[in-house]
């Protein structure tokens, strides 16, 4: 049976979501379906190993299409149904996240939809990228001769203002991922940052106003990024994530990376105990003229030593990019870990004592049957694309709106002003 066989989405309503998360170390994919009150319940998943991105990257087309395939078709199987399109995450680094400022003249007459419609498409035509490819362009706060509201509409201004949140990638990695989705025979309904994603998925409504750092340890890129008034502020990537501590314990015990892995996974922690040091770990040779012999054999605090040696590094990364995003301020300011890497024992309680943060590992949430398996903070992202599309946020890139009315560049943006502001005084 082909994968255009038996049931299509349509049969099932235009109320399913799939999301696509093509990691470094994973292709996940998640079917789910919205209920009329908003609520989201999962019907299938599936998941592939990723041989062909790096560092978020793809660096093989043709590997990463048939994990892509197989992915879906799992997750098609398990939900008794066809898809036609997803939402994809992407992560690789060159991500960046800006606001853009515009105001209309009115005159002072009452605003109307069509007065708003207007200032969008002006919001639009003033979004700059540098050469980069837009992913999100989204009204994020309104304003009235300077004064912020929510819904303009209906109120009497001589000026009306947005400020719009943006974020752009490099055009090629994006464009790669496009073309890899689709050989797969699947449409690409929006390409999502990643960072957007998560935030959805792991952060509360009031974590992302008052102000949260999300880290996600990914396998072979660590995206950190800001949330305040609601909206994505900053962001950094660190080429580094939790396959680089894979690769470290391989290369010590002389393994194979699945091993190592294994071992990362069942016996190793952030935190070391005096325990450590009598517990041992059998540890499988790497070549095959190994096989025949004996498996060596280290302590659990030998692995512990290799593991916290790269994760120093790493925190200490984080720190930096933290610092120069402007996250600074006090100690109780909340970091949230999230992605495979915060699947690591320990991690929030290391992490905290490093970066001086409060420090919790965020999960998935607001998704009704989802597996156990996919409940961890492997898979914030995948969960976090089902939210986003389910949310069906205002997109300037795909607004049909005609300007008609004369552009004022707004002279710097209140909203950036406002976030810049309230983390430099510590809200």
């Not at 690789?92 to 002072?108: D, F, K, P, Q």
């Not at 880290?215 to 950190?224: K, Q, R």
Request: proline share 3%.
């Amino acid at each position: 049976m082909s994968r255009r066989d038996g049931r299509s989405a349509g049969q099932r309503g235009e109320k399913l979501i799939t999301a696509l998360d093509i990691g470094s170390w994973k292709v996940s994919a998640l079917i789910a379906s919205k209920d009329e009150d908003g609520g989201l319940t999962v019907l299938g998943t599936g998941q592939r190993e990723s041989r062909g991105v790096k560092r978020g990257y793809i660096a093989d087309m043709g590997t990463t299409e048939l994990a892509v395939r197989e992915a879906v078709e799992q997750a098609e199987r398990i939900a008794g149904t066809n898809i036609e399109d997803v939402w994809v995450s992407f992560s690789a680094g060159g991500l960046i996240s800006n606001i853009a400022s515009v105001e209309v003249e009115l005159g002072g007459h009452r605003i109307e939809q069509s007065d708003i419609d207007a200032l969008l498409a002006a919001g639009r035509h003033s979004i700059d990228p540098n050469g980069r490819m837009v992913l999100h362009a989204q009204p994020a706060l309104y304003t009235i001769d300077g004064l912020q509201v929510n819904n303009p509409n209906g109120l009497h201004a001589d000026k009306l203002g947005v400020d719009i949140h943006v974020v752009a990638a490099d055009a090629s990695p994006v464009r790669n991922l496009d073309l890899c989705v689709r050989s797969a025979h699947l449409e690409v309904k929006s390409i999502i940052a990643s960072p957007v994603a998560t935030g959805l998925a792991c952060l509360s409504e009031e974590e992302r106003e008052l102000g949260v750092a999300l880290v996600e340890l990914g396998a072979g890129v660590t995206n950190v990024s800001l949330f305040c008034g609601g909206v994505l502020v900053g962001l950094s990537s660190i080429p580094m994530g939790a396959a680089d501590i894979t690769d470290d314990i391989a290369s010590a015990f002389g393994t194979r990376r699945a091993q190592a892995e294994r071992m990362k996974c069942f016996y190793g922690s952030a935190t070391a105990s005096p325990r450590d040091n009598h517990d041992m770990i059998e540890v499988a040779p790497l070549s095959a003229e190994q096989e025949g012999g004996e498996a060596s054999r280290i302590t659990r605090a030998q692995l512990i030593a290799v593991i916290r040696q790269r994760l120093e590094h790493l925190m200490n990364e984080i720190g930096k990019a933290l610092k120069e995003l402007g996250f600074t301020g006090p100690i109780g300011r909340q970091v949230v870990l999230t992605g495979g890497g915060a699947e690591l024992k320990s991690i929030a309680d290391y992490a905290q004592g490093l970066l001086g943060r409060a420090v919790r590992v965020g999960r998935p949430r607001g998704l009704v049957g989802l597996p156990d398996a996919h409940s961890g903070p492997a898979f914030a992202t995948l969960a976090g694309l089902t939210h986003y599309a389910a949310s069906n946020p205002v997109d300037l890139r795909d607004a049909g709106f005609e300007a008609g009315q004369t552009i004022v560049r707004a002279p710097g943006s209140a909203l950036l002003t406002r976030l810049v502001t309230a983390f430099r005084t510590n809200l």
